[in-house]
T-cell receptor, first 110, second 114 residues
Framework: GQNIDQPTEMTATEGAIVQINCTYQ??????LFWYQQHAGEAPTFLSY??LDGLEEKGRFSSFLSRSKGYSYLLLKELQMKDSASYLC???????????WGAGTKLIIKP | DVKVTQSSRYLVKRTGEKVFLECVQD?????MFWYRQDPGLGLRLIYF???????EKGDIPEGYSVSREKKERFSLILESASTNQTSMYLC?????????????FGPGTRLTVL
């Protein structure tokens, strides 16, 4: 079957760094997405990885290892507004469908 | 800016009612999706459409149908609402020419079936 795993909840301190992991097992791979979702709101796109390595975008970075079926989202200089759920999703074929993880709820403490 | 809108943010219906959820995008998107989101389960695909009058079943189509009569509008229909369809419903679309084919989401409709 196809499966995406990520921790249910994480807690971090304002100003610190946090790494949210995602492992996946899918029949194919056309890229991995990270989305941010604040409580009661729609998910918004954060990053996309299709090749191995690190993609940096401001305070957020995303890493991919296709051989290990593994990705992480790294958030630096955490701010209170980063409190949200972070969703990992994989595109496993060419028809734009995504397989979604259940999301990681990130709690930021002052 | 890409804009995806949904007809209602909150909706309360009774068991057995027919429910229409509408999604409209303003950027000539071809691919549109309906998901439901429940705690601990992530987003689950109900139906998607890649063109007008075209539709494909997702992972959980039972109890739902869809309509795509115009390119900008994708409707989700609950023929006879049941309490287990209480959920957050999210519509998404993909903008042509987007860098990564990322999905843009509407604000969601929180449906409660009593």
């Amino acid at each position: 079957g196809q499966n995406i795993d990520q921790p249910t909840e994480m807690t971090a301190t304002e100003g610190a760094i946090v790494q949210i992991n995602c492992t996946y097992q899918t029949s194919g791979f056309n890229g991995l997405f990270w989305y941010q979702q604040h409580a009661g709101e729609a998910p918004t796109f954060l990053s996309y990885n299709v090749l191995d390595g690190l993609e940096e975008k401001g305070r957020f970075s995303s890493f991919l290892s296709r051989s290990k079926g593994y990705s992480y989202l790294l958030l630096k200089e955490l701010q209170m507004k980063d409190s949200a759920s972070y969703l990992c999703a994989v595109s496993s074929d060419s028809n734009y469908q995504l397989i979604w993880g259940a999301g990681t709820k990130l709690i930021i403490k002052p | 800016d890409v804009k995806v809108t949904q007809s209602s943010r909150y909706l309360v219906k009774r068991t057995g009612e027919k429910v229409f959820l509408e999604c409209v995008q303003d950027m000539d998107h071809e691919n549109m999706f309906w998901y439901r989101q429940d705690p601990g389960l992530g987003l689950r695909l109900i139906y998607f459409s890649y063109d007008v009058k075209m539709k494909e079943k997702g992972d959980i189509p039972e109890g739902y149908s869809v309509s795509r009569e115009k390119k900008e509008r994708f409707s989700l229909i609950l023929e006879s609402a049941s309490t287990n369809q209480t959920s957050m419903y999210l519509c998404a679309s993909i903008a042509p020419g987007s860098s990564y084919n990322e999905q843009f989401f509407g604000p969601g409709t929180r449906l409660t079936v009593l």
